[in-house]
């Protein structure tokens, strides 16, 4: 059975840091980019980041770049979402979700599996 499960979410304050972790089980992530995508309250869910298999290429929404860092360790199966910085406009249930190409492309789409969400929220 092919699953995403999402972990790291929280309550945290503004300013303060998370790491998401998107872990996959029933298939290998080798071969698959992974796109991280967030949805607020009343909002359209939303392209956060994205990387291709190998990790070589990444891509950010304008309203993340240079505050949130997204990785991957193949060996463990698992990419992360380094979040610092934090805003409450970034509390939202995130989505790790992969897709069956290498390219990374941040639309929601283009991915075939997704994860269940986590909540993260931001607030003093």
């Known amino acids: 059975q092919l699953q995403l499960v999402e972990s790291g979410g929280g309550l945290v304050q503004p300013g303060g840091s998370l790491r998401l972790s998107c872990a996959a089980s029933g298939f290998t992530l080798d071969y698959y980019a992974i796109g991280w995508f967030r949805q607020a309250p009343g909002k359209e869910r939303e392209g956060v980041s994205c990387i291709s298999s190998t990790g070589g290429s990444t891509n950010y929404a304008a309203s993340v770049k240079g505050r949130f860092t997204i990785s991957r360790d193949n060996a463990k199966n698992t990419v992360y979402l380094q979040m610092n910085s934090l805003k409450p406009e970034d509390t939202a249930v995130y989505y790790c979700?992969?897709?069956?190409?290498?390219?990374?492309?941040?639309?929601?789409?283009?991915?075939?599996?997704w994860g269940q969400g986590i909540q993260v929220t931001v607030s003093s």
């Open positions: 979700a992969a897709r069956r190409f290498r390219t990374c492309i941040l639309s929601e789409r283009m991915y075939d599996y």
